[in-house]
């Protein structure tokens, strides 16, 4: 039994990775599309006011 306990443990880390790696990459090709159209970065890309 106590050779089961590491490998449970790291089979739950790999999920909870992959789990928010996938999160993480949906919201991204979800918002993607969104970004364009949102009018503060419009205008911050029109006008380039990110120069330092």
């Known amino acids: 039994m106590p050779?089961?306990?590491p490998m449970w443990w790291t089979l739950m880390m790999l999920m909870f990775i992959i789990m928010l790696m996938t999160?993480?990459?949906l919201t991204?090709?979800?918002l993607?599309?969104?970004?364009?159209?949102?009018?503060f970065?419009?205008?911050d890309?029109?006008?380039?006011n990110w120069k330092w």
């Not at 993607?32 to 009018?39: D, I």
């Not at 890309?45 to 380039?48: A, E």
């Open 3 to 5: 050779q089961m306990a």
């Open 23 to 25: 999160l993480s990459i």
């Open 28 to 30: 991204y090709f979800s």
């Open 32 to 39: 993607r599309p969104l970004m364009p159209k949102m009018p």
């Open 41 to 43: 970065n419009k205008n």
């Open 45 to 48: 890309l029109n006008t380039s």
